[in-house]
T-cell receptor
C-alpha cells in the first residue's frame, strides 16, 4: 500500500514570496491533516479536512495561509506572503476517519520550508 | 488548554541500556494517548497507543502504560539498540475530531 506522498521535499524562498505544498493521501482515507513542525517543537495542526470539507482550521493563520482539498483526495497548502517564522516542516497526514481514538494517522515525509 | 509535556533531550544511551522517556498530559477527560517515532529523513510513524486508563501499549520492545492518577504515559524499553536512535513524540487526542496534540519531542541517541 502506497503511503502519504508530499512534494516538494525541500523549498527555499525569500520572505514575501508565495509557496505551495501538495499532498496525496493514502487511497480511501477520508480525513486529511496538515501539521506545521517548527524546529525543536512537536507538530501543530493547521487544518483538518473530512472529505473535501474543513473540520478544524482554528490554528491556521488565515491572513496568509490557505488550503483546499478538491474532490476529497489531494490537498494543497499555500502560504502567501511567507514570513521568516514560517520556516518549518509541513507534514501531511491521513486517516480512514476521525472518530476519537479509533483511526491511526499516517504521516508523509514532510516538506521542509526555509524562508530567507 | 490541552497539552503534552515530554522530558527534554537529547537522551544518550549505550546499546542494551534501559530507556525511559517521560510524558505527561493535561487531563480533560480520558484522551487516547500515543507515541510516535521519527527516524532521520522519514515521516512520523505510530509506535504504540493506549485508548483508556491502565491500558498498556507495546510494540517493537517499547511499552507505555496509561496512568490516569499521574496523567502520565512514559515510554520504556528494556534494552535499546543503535537502530532505535530517533526522535520520539508523545501525543494525546484532543476533542472528538481526531486532532493530535504533540509534545516537543525527545531525541534518543544510542551508541554502540
Amino acid at each position: 500500500e502506497a503511503g502519504v506522498a508530499q512534494s516538494p521535499r525541500y523549498k527555499i524562498i525569500e520572505k514575501r514570496q508565495s509557496v505551495a505544498f501538495w499532498c496525496n493521501p493514502i487511497s480511501g482515507h477520508a480525513t486529511l491533516y496538515w501539521y506545521q513542525q517548527i524546529l525543536g517543537q512537536g507538530p501543530k495542526l493547521l487544518i483538518q479536512f473530512q472529505n473535501n470539507g474543513v473540520v478544524d482550521d482554528s490554528q491556521l493563520p488565515k491572513d496568509r495561509f490557505s488550503a483546499e482539498r478538491l474532490k476529497g483526495v489531494d490537498s494543497t497548502l499555500k502560504i502567501q506572503p511567507a514570513k521568516l517564522e514560517d520556516s518549518a516542516v509541513y507534514l501531511c497526514a491521513s486517516s480512514l476517519g476521525s472518530a476519537s481514538g479509533v483511526y491511526e494517522q499516517y504521516f508523509g515525509p514532510g516538506t521542509r520550508l526555509t524562508v530567507t | 488548554g490541552d497539552s503534552v509535556t515530554q522530558m527534554e533531550g537529547p537522551v544518550t544511551l549505550s546499546e542494551e541500556a534501559f530507556l525511559t522517556i517521560n510524558c505527561t498530559y493535561t487531563a480533560t477527560g480520558y484522551p487516547s494517548l500515543f507515541w510516535y517515532v521519527q527516524y532521520p529523513g522519514e515521516g512520523l510513524q505510530l509506535l504504540l497507543k493506549a485508548t483508556k486508563a491502565d491500558d498498556k501499549g507495546s510494540n517493537k520492545g517499547f511499552e507505555a502504560t496509561y496512568r490516569k492518577e499521574t496523567t502520565s504515559f512514559h515510554l520504556e524499553k528494556g534494552s535499546v539498540q543503535v537502530s532505535d536512535s530517533a526522535v520520539y513524540f508523545c501525543a494525546r487526542r484532543s476533542g472528538n475530531t481526531g486532532k493530535l496534540i504533540f509534545g516537543q519531542g525527545t531525541t534518543l541517541q544510542v551508541k554502540p
